[in-house]
């Protein structure tokens, strides 16, 4: 039953039709939604959280380091799958989607960048080393580069979408083997502290507004990916009845 | 199997009759590695100390300027669609034009590698290692960069691209294979590190060619 629901709402939600309203339904909610809990989340984390013993306030950066590398790496994992299925069973959505997909998540993967060297200056006394997490974090951000840069390339948008689908496919086993392959380079950076599964090491007061945060980012990726998708649905389907009509009823 | 060796016979030969292409890498691999002296310093203990970081990114580097015209010249006279399209599995032809790139471009670097390591000061007792890693990791090197050449086969700006979109990918076979040699100048133990360069090797040969037809299908847009 229930994947026969499953089933269901991958064929609807396959077609680009479907897929725009469906949109266009859950847009106007999931918008508001996504900024509220973005702005909970690091609004109670910059302001209310109690400091850190050790790092004080600087650890504040927290809030905005672990949402964007969650995000980035979850985004390229969503890639990948999107790209698995656009190689293989070459379905028009999951081709609009990994287009979609990429700049956000680069965006996110530099933020993280960014946010972890002016959060390792005052903690380890420098701006960048050459550990596990950030090296990963930094090959990421590279291997988004070569997904966009691929897309860009190759004019016929359906075999560029393959195309970028199966870099990503091989993009995410090198993640893998890159994160265990510098983790015995020395690492400096400290363990995750955040468990789903088991007992977290984080002082509650500073884990909900973390959580928050992160799902706040996830929620606002979401979003992005649904509009950057829609305004590809349409442009690739601009000859077909439906946009016509759209176009002509002043998209309503 | 008949397949196999026909189109192996037939890469090898046609390497064969265009010798710039086995000796543009091997030159530019001495060369590359040739500038570092100059740049850096002449002095031994210096230059043993970067040693086996420089011959790894050059090796590399060659490698992956090596596969920039792979399925290139294939595409152009159509022998390609012929490839895609012949009654048998596409990944066997690729498997044995693979096979035969590395073995007119990838072997002769390890063969060389001794010399260029002697003359970058590494002591005699590393040079078996660097010749075994270089051994274990070029042919990764060589199916890991051809996914990036079959799908960027009939864009007519493949280098700098191919660098971008396969320089990432490198990274797993350069860290380990720079460090095998870098724990034998130390005088640690190489064969843990060996044994995962040889996983990494097994791993690309045994799913790199698939993903390598599968690029090639999506850039003829079949």
Redesign the interface.
């Known amino acids: 039953m229930v994947w026969q629901t499953i089933k269901r709402w991958y064929h609807m939600l396959g077609s680009p039709r479907y897929f725009y309203t469906f949109s266009s339904a859950l847009l106007p909610w999931l918008t508001p939604i996504a900024l509220l809990v973005f702005t909970v989340g690091i609004v109670w984390g910059l302001a209310f959280a109690p400091s850190d013993y050790q790092q004080g306030n600087s650890y504040r950066i927290i809030f905005i380091h672990v949402p964007a590398s969650s995000g980035a790496l979850m985004g390229y994992v969503a890639m990948g799958v999107a790209g698995l299925v656009a190689?293989v069973w070459r379905m028009k959505m999951a081709e609009v989607m990994m287009k979609a997909i990429a700049p956000f998540g680069a965006a996110l993967a530099a933020i993280s960048l960014a946010t972890g060297a002016l959060w390792g200056k005052p903690t380890w006394g420098t701006y960048w080393q050459w550990d596990a997490r950030m090296t990963s974090m930094l090959?990421l951000l590279?291997?988004y580069?070569?997904v966009i840069?691929?897309q860009n390339?190759?004019r016929?948008p359906r075999?560029a979408a393959?195309?970028a689908g199966?870099?990503a496919?091989?993009?995410v086993i090198?993640v893998i083997?890159?994160k265990y392959?510098?983790e015995?380079?020395q690492t400096l950076h400290q363990g995750s502290t955040l468990k789903l599964v088991g007992e977290s090491t984080i002082n509650p007061a500073m884990k909900y507004p973390l959580l928050i945060s992160m799902l706040g980012t996830w929620l606002l990726y979401a979003v992005n990916v649904l509009v950057r998708a829609r305004t590809e649905v349409v442009w690739r389907e601009r000859r077909s009845k439906w946009v016509r009509k759209l176009v002509k009823g002043g998209g309503q | 199997m008949s397949v196999f060796r026909a189109a192996l016979v037939r890469e090898l030969l046609v390497l064969w009759r265009s010798p710039a292409e086995i000796i543009n890498p091997l030159f530019f691999f001495v060369m590359v590695i040739s500038l570092f002296p100059l740049a850096i310093s002449p002095k031994p203990e210096l230059l043993a100390l970067v040693a086996p970081g420089v011959l790894w990114v050059a090796a590399l580097l060659a490698v992956m300027l090596s596969l920039d015209g792979l399925f290139r010249r294939d595409q152009e006279s159509g022998v390609l669609e012929l490839l895609l399209t012949a009654p048998v599995m596409a990944v066997v032809p690729v498997s044995a034009k693979l096979l035969a790139h590395w073995l007119l471009t990838g072997l002769p670097l390890v063969l060389i590698s001794p010399v260029l390591a002697h003359m970058l000061q590494l002591p005699d007792g590393v040079l078996g290692t660097v010749m075994l890693s270089l051994l274990l990791g070029t042919p990764a090197l060589t199916i890991?960069g051809a996914?990036?050449a079959a799908?960027?086969v009939?864009?007519n700006?493949g280098g700098i691209?191919l660098a971008?979109?396969v320089?990432?990918?490198y990274?797993?076979v350069l860290?380990?294979g720079a460090?095998a040699v870098s724990a034998a100048v130390d005088g640690g133990a190489v064969n843990g590190i060996l044994a995962?360069l040889g996983a990494?090797l097994a791993l690309t040969v045994s799913l790199g060619p698939l993903?390598v037809a599968?690029?090639l299908k999506?850039?003829s847009?079949n």
Do not use: E, K
């Open positions: 190689v090959i590279f291997m580069v070569g840069a691929l390339v190759i016929d075999q393959r195309a199966l870099l496919m091989v993009g090198n083997i890159v392959s510098v015995w380079v | 890991i996914i990036g799908l960027t009939g864009l700006r691209l971008v979109l320089l990432p990918l990274i797993p860290i380990f460090g995962i990494l993903a599968a690029g999506i850039s847009g």
